[in-house]
């Protein structure tokens, strides 16, 4: 599944606020190794090295898209390609963050004590993931695969939902940590430009739909897709799209 790095980063700042809001809550002073766990095109990662300059920083996720940019961005952090479902580092760390990556991964259940099994005696593992699947960003694709001539094709793609309630994140993360610290924003996003919510979503969770068509099939799904979310999330007079937006925030002390 490709990433386009660039329309992921039509957004950056709104997408790397609940990064640099998940640091701000981990009271670590200067920890030796740290791993950004999807670390996507650099962005989250950045803030990491600027936090800790001497941590020895790396940034792991699975697209090669995604890493070319990461490597372009200029941040001093080591990058490797590896799916976070089978991380096996042959060491601890002092902090293990990831922003906005686990909702790609299955089985919270089975990876929340895997990862945090790697963070150090007195260490974090600090994660942020969005709960907006309810909304109408997202309701309205699975709506308009259903009824149209690509259901048979689409079927299947992504129709499964990872992320968790947040006591079942505490329940997960109690008998493994000291102390787990949870908490959820909704963001009010103020997204300009024309179509922002289906541009959004574009470098999102719409990419797995559209990859998997091709040619008008592909672009009058697309089109369906744009006049539904445009109705839903209505532009206004000044130009100004509301996005609102739920994240769940998560810092667990080993
Ligand atoms: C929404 S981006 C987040 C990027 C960045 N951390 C940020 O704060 O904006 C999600 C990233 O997770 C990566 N990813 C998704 N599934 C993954 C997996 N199984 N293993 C490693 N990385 C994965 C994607 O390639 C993508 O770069």
Partial sequence: MAWDPKTYLNFGAERTRPAAELLARIALHAPARVVDLGCGPGNSTALLAARWPSADLEGVDSSPEMLEEAKRSGVKARWSEADIAKWNPGASYDVIFSNATFQWLPDHKTLLPHLMSHVAESGVFAFQVPRNFDEPCHTLIHDVVKNGPWAAKLKGVRDWWNVLEPDAYFGILENVA????????????????????????????????????EGAEREAFLAEYRSRVAAAYPRRESGATLYPFRRLFCVARR
Avoid: C, H, K
């Fill in 178 to 213: 000291r102390a787990v610290d949870i908490w959820e924003t909704t963001y009010v996003q103020v997204l300009e430009g024309e179509d922002a919510v289906f541009r959004w979503m574009s470098g999102t969770g719409l990419r797995p739909f559209a990859n998997a068509l």
